[in-house]
C-alpha cells in the first residue's frame, strides 16, 4: 500500500468515526483494553480462542455468536461491562491477539479483582437487525462494529443487572425476568404450575434465569406430589 492511499484511508476513516460519533450513540460493554479503531468481530470469526474455551462455555452460554450487539441504552450496555469479570476478560483478548497470547503486559498484573469491564461508544458495521432478546428500538446484532469512543474504562465488577437495566430482560414470551425491585416474576407457565412471584422472592435480588427455572421447577413438582 502506498503512503498516499495509507494517509487517505486513515482520513476517510477518521471522517467515518466523526460521523458516527455525530449521530445515534450505539454503546457496547466488552473487555478492558480495546482501542479506539478496533473492529468488533462475532465470536464465531475468533478462530484463536484458547483450546480449552468453548463457544458453550458458561461465560459465552448466552451469547449469539454470529453477531456483535450493541444498545442505544448507555446502562444496559455499561451493565455488560460490569459482567465481564478478569479471567473472561483475558481468554477474550487472547482470542483478539494474533498469536493466542496476551499483547506485552499483562494488562490486569495490578488491577483490583473487582474491576469490570469497559463501556465503549461503537459504530455499527453492515445492516442492523433487532436483537430478539430485548424489545423494539432498545439492542441491536450487527455483523461488526468499531470502538469510536473509550466511554468508561475499568467499570467496577457486578454480574448482576443495575436497577435501571432490569426491565429489559424479559422471557421468551415477552413476560419480565424481575420486577422494579429485582425479585423473580413468576411468568404465566409458572403460575399455571402454582408457581406464584412470593415463592419466587426468595431467591433475592435478580436471580439468573437458570435459578428462577431450577426453583419454580421444585416448587411445581411439590404442588403436584
Same mark, same amino acid.
Given at each position: 500500500m502506498s503512503g498516499k492511499k495509507a494517509k487517505a484511508d486513515r482520513a476517510r476513516l477518521r471522517q467515518e468515526m466523526q460521523a458516527a460519533a455525530e449521530g445515534t450513540a450505539y454503546w457496547h460493554g466488552g473487555p478492558d483494553g480495546l482501542r479506539v479503531g478496533t473492529v468488533l468481530l462475532p465470536t464465531t $470469526?475468533?478462530?484463536?480462542?484458547?483450546?480449552?474455551?468453548?463457544?458453550d462455555h458458561p461465560w459465552f452460554s448466552d451469547i449469539d455468536h454470529s453477531?456483535?450487539?450493541?444498545?442505544? @441504552?448507555?446502562t444496559l450496555a455499561r451493565d455488560y461491562a460490569a459482567g465481564w469479570d478478569l479471567e473472561k476478560q483475558a481468554a477474550f483478548l487472547m482470542a483478539l491477539s494474533a498469536d493466542g497470547r496476551l499483547p506485552g503486559r499483562n494488562p490486569w498484573?495490578?488491577?483490583p479483582r473487582k474491576q469490570g469491564g469497559t463501556l465503549y461508544r461503537v459504530q455499527p458495521l453492515g445492516p442492523l437487525t433487532r436483537d430478539p432478546d430485548y424489545r423494539e428500538g432498545v439492542s441491536f446484532r450487527m455483523p461488526r462494529a468499531r470502538v469510536i469512543a473509550v466511554e468508561e474504562a475499568g467499570v467496577p465488577y457486578n454480574p448482576k443487572p443495575s436497577p435501571e437495566a432490569l426491565h429489559y430482560t424479559t422471557w421468551d414470551t415477552g413476560e419480565r425476568v424481575w420486577d422494579d425491585q429485582g425479585y423473580a416474576i413468576a411468568?404465566?407457565?409458572m403460575q399455571s404450575h402454582g408457581v406464584t412471584s412470593a415463592a419466587l422472592?426468595?431467591?433475592?435480588?435478580?436471580? @439468573?434465569? @437458570?435459578t428462577i427455572l431450577r426453583?419454580? $421447577?421444585q416448587i411445581a413438582a411439590r404442588q403436584e406430589s
Open positions: $470469526q475468533l478462530h484463536q480462542l484458547p483450546p480449552d474455551i468453548r463457544l453477531y456483535v450487539c450493541a444498545t442505544t @441504552d448507555r498484573r495490578d488491577t411468568n404465566r407457565l422472592r426468595p431467591l433475592g435480588y435478580a436471580p @439468573d434465569a @437458570d426453583h419454580a $421447577q
